[in-house]
Nanobody, 115 residues
Framework: VHLVESGGGLVQPGGSLRLSCVAS????????MSWHRQAPGKERELVASISNTGETTGYEDAVQGRFFISRDNVKNMVYLQMDSLKPEDTARYYC?????????WGQGTEVTVSS
C-alpha cells in the first residue's frame, strides 16, 4: 500500500487549495478513504471521509461547507478541495486508507494559511 499526497503550500486567508492523494498497491475502489490533519502541538484529527463509491461523504464540523472530498476510482485518486481557508486550517494533511483492521497513511503535505 502506497499513498502519496501533494498540493499543499502557502495560501492567504480566504484562499483555496486542492490536495491530491494517489494510491497504489491495493484495490482502491473497494475502500473508504479519508483526509486527516495534524497541527503543531495537536493530535491528528479526521477532516473528511468518502465511501468506496464516493456516494457518502462526511466532514468535521470546522470544515463543513468549506472543504469537499472526492475520488476518482479510475485514477486511484482522492482529493480534498479546500476553500475559504483560515489560519486555523494550517496543518500537515494526510490521506488514509482503512484496509481490514489496518490503517495506511501517506507522508502528508503541508498547508500553511497566513497573510
Amino acid at each position: 500500500v502506497h499513498l502519496v499526497e501533494s498540493g499543499g503550500g502557502l495560501v492567504q486567508p480566504g484562499g483555496s487549495l486542492r490536495l491530491s492523494c494517489v494510491a497504489s498497491g491495493f484495490s482502491f475502489s473497494r475502500y473508504t478513504m479519508s483526509w486527516h490533519r495534524q497541527a503543531p502541538g495537536k493530535e491528528r484529527e479526521l477532516v473528511a471521509s468518502i465511501s468506496n463509491t464516493g456516494e457518502t461523504t462526511g466532514y468535521e464540523d470546522a470544515v463543513q461547507g468549506r472543504f469537499f472530498i472526492s475520488r476518482d476510482n479510475v485514477k486511484n485518486m482522492v482529493y480534498l478541495q479546500m476553500d475559504s481557508l483560515k489560519p486555523e486550517d494550517t496543518a500537515r494533511y494526510y490521506c488514509k486508507a482503512i484496509i481490514g483492521s489496518s490503517d495506511y497513511w501517506g507522508q502528508g503535505t503541508e498547508v500553511t494559511v497566513s497573510s
